[in-house]
Each structure stands twice: as C-alpha cells, then as structure tokens.
C-alpha cells in the first residue's frame, strides 16, 4: 500500500466568541472532528498485503480497517479502527486505537494531523494454538500527515467613508497565531493586526 497522499485543504473559518474574550485570540479557525472523518470516508478502503515467515513456513497476510476515525479531546487526539487481517485460513478482527500529533507551524502556515502510533497483534493459527507474529504499527501507512491551510492566509482590506469626505483604507490579518485541541474540533486562534495601509485621500466627487 502508498503511504498516505497528502492532503492540503482550506478550512471554513468560524469566529469563535470564546477567543473573542480571550486576550490574544481576536479570530479563531475551527477544524471539525467530522471533516477529518468524512475524509477517510470519501478515500475508500484501507487495506495492506505483506509477507510472513514463522517455523519454516513462509506466506502473506492481509488487513483491511474498517471505520477508521481521529477523535479529538481536550488537549487530546486519537486514532481509532477495527482491522480485519487474514492470515492462510486464519481471519480475525481486532481494535486498533493509536495517538494522534496535532500542531501549526507558522513558517508554512499548515496544521498538520498525524498519525503517530497505531498497533496491532499480527496473530496465526499454528498448530492448534495461536501464535503471535509481530505486532503492526498502522503509522508507517500515513506516513505523509493531514495537511489543513492555517488562518495567515485571511486578510481582508476595508474602506470607511469619513464625515470629511475622505476615505481611509485599513487592513486586517491575522497574527500571533496557536493551536488548541478540544472536544471534537482543533481550534487555531490568532491576535488581528489592523494596519492603516495608507493616509486619508479625498473622495471623488
């Protein structure tokens, strides 16, 4: 299986009136649970094929996940999925739970959202009795993370009409921005910086 494409996509933004009450946070960018989820929906199946070697019996097994999720908790992400692997005439389904990096780099203004550790028993039938091959770590399938454009990107210029007949041009953007995990979104909240981008000029008349 490729490692996990790269995703890069804008985010509906929300203000948020909680980071309007908070010092340094004037804007905030919401990340959905669900949009995160409804991405693995719309990739489709998951599935990967290897190769197995055990008492001088050599193979291949699969595994497929099925209904994999991030769930996001305060100050917390993590991966969730059952896999279904089968391995000769042996098949069976496990639950796979993992965690989850969240962060925003400013530099290349992206949240990134990656899998870091997701593991699983690789288990066969060998005699009568179970035995345990290795275990799986799903994390080196999503090697590339989740990419989501961050909130540097806004700005927004704004003419105002004076009573003097002039106009005066001011620019809003975003600033000072951080990354917050809570119950069932990622909040990206920054400080507004609001330029006079140049001094008053007289209407036309």
């Given at each position: ?174 600033l000072n921005c951080g990354v ?26």
């Open positions: 299986m490729k490692p996990f494409y790269k995703i890069v996509l804008s985010i509906l933004f929300f203000v948020s009136n909680n980071a309007l009450q908070a010092q340094n946070q004037d804007f905030s960018l919401t990340l959905k649970e669900s949009v995160l989820n409804k991405m693995f929906t719309a990739i489709g199946e998951i599935h990967g094929t290897s190769t197995y070697s055990f008492m001088f019996i050599d193979g291949t097994y699969d595994w497929v996940l099925i209904n994999p999720q991030i769930k996001l908790h305060p100050n917390k992400a993590d991966f969730i999925a059952d896999a279904k692997v089968t391995i000769g005439d042996y098949n069976y389904l496990i639950h796979v739970s993992g965690n989850v990096e969240v962060c925003y780099e400013p530099t290349t203004n992206l949240i990134y959202v990656e899998i870091e550790e997701a593991k699983f028993p690789l288990n066969m039938m060998f005699l009568g009795k179970l035995r345990h091959l290795k275990d799986i770590d799903l994390a080196k399938y999503f090697e590339a993370p989740l990419l989501f454009e961050g909130p540097l990107t806004v700005g927004t210029e704004m003419v105002f009409d004076m009573p003097d007949k002039t106009q005066k041009r001011i620019y809003m953007h975003p917050k995990i809570a119950e069932k979104e990622i909040l990206v909240t920054a400080e507004m910086e609001f330029l006079n981008k140049e001094k008053s000029q007289s209407v036309a008349k």
